[in-house]
């Protein structure tokens, strides 16, 4: 079975610091990858994805990731934090089914925590 | 567009009672989604639809729950006989490509 793994359930940092989150997944073919941010008691709401191509992707808020296959990672980064972007965030793969589309697989989350 | 929409956003029971869930997709969107999302965790898939087919059940599903898209358009998920256990966020999601939108969520307390 696909798997994502979220190494970090917290991570603290100072406004205005850079930021990395990791993600690694387990996935046979050529993954597709989703970054997703979710406030308290909110739904979750789509930062970035990954399908192919570029392996450096854009997404909203000021953040990338970045698709490394050798290393089944897609880790999630933005250079400077600002207090807006506590918040909980979850990675996940696209797992496909047999009937052509696919359902999301997500890992445990990070929380962040910003200190002004 | 008026995103994906959930009702109610809280619910608390009963245990035994049962309750039902309703989702709202985005219009036009063919593929909806159901998740539960435990504290501390990762939303967990349920179920899928395409249009009004239910295509794929988890293993999470058990035969006291139930979901429909009746038309495919709105879903309803309901879970009868509710236990502790069932006390979680339940998302919907819908899609028409390939990435999914998320409701707010449905905040179920079984007590």
């Known amino acids: 079975a696909q798997s994502v793994t979220q190494p970090d359930i917290h991570i603290t940092v100072s406004e205005g610091a850079s930021l990395e989150l990791r993600c690694n997944y387990s996935y046979g073919a050529t993954p597709y990858l989703f970054w997703y941010v979710q406030s308290p008691g909110q739904g979750l709401q789509l930062l970035l994805k990954y399908f192919s191509g570029d392996t450096l992707v854009q997404g909203i808020k000021g953040f990338e990731a970045e698709f490394k296959r050798s290393q089944s990672s897609f880790n999630l980064r933005k250079p400077s934090v600002h207090w807006s972007d506590a918040a909980e965030y979850f990675c996940?793969?696209?797992?496909?089914?047999?009937?052509?589309?696919?359902?999301?697989?997500f890992g445990t989350g990070t929380r962040l925590k910003v200190l002004a | 567009d008026t995103g994906v929409s959930q009702d109610p956003r809280h619910k608390i029971t009963k245990r035994g009672q049962n309750v039902t869930f309703r989702c709202d997709p985005i219009s036009e969107h063919n593929r909806l989604y159901w998740y539960r999302q435990t504290l501390g965790q990762g939303p967990e898939f349920l179920t899928y639809f395409q249009n009004e087919a239910q295509l794929e059940k988890s293993r999470l599903l058990s035969d006291r729950f139930s979901a429909e898209r009746p038309k495919g358009s709105f879903s309803t998920l309901e879970i009868q006989r509710t236990e502790q256990g069932d006390s979680a966020m339940y998302l919907c999601?819908?899609?028409?490509?390939?990435?999914?939108?998320f409701g707010q969520g449905t905040r179920l307390t079984v007590v």
């Open positions: 996940a793969v696209g797992e496909a089914f047999t009937s052509g589309t696919y359902k999301y697989i």
């Open positions: 999601a819908s899609s028409r490509g390939g990435v999914a939108f």
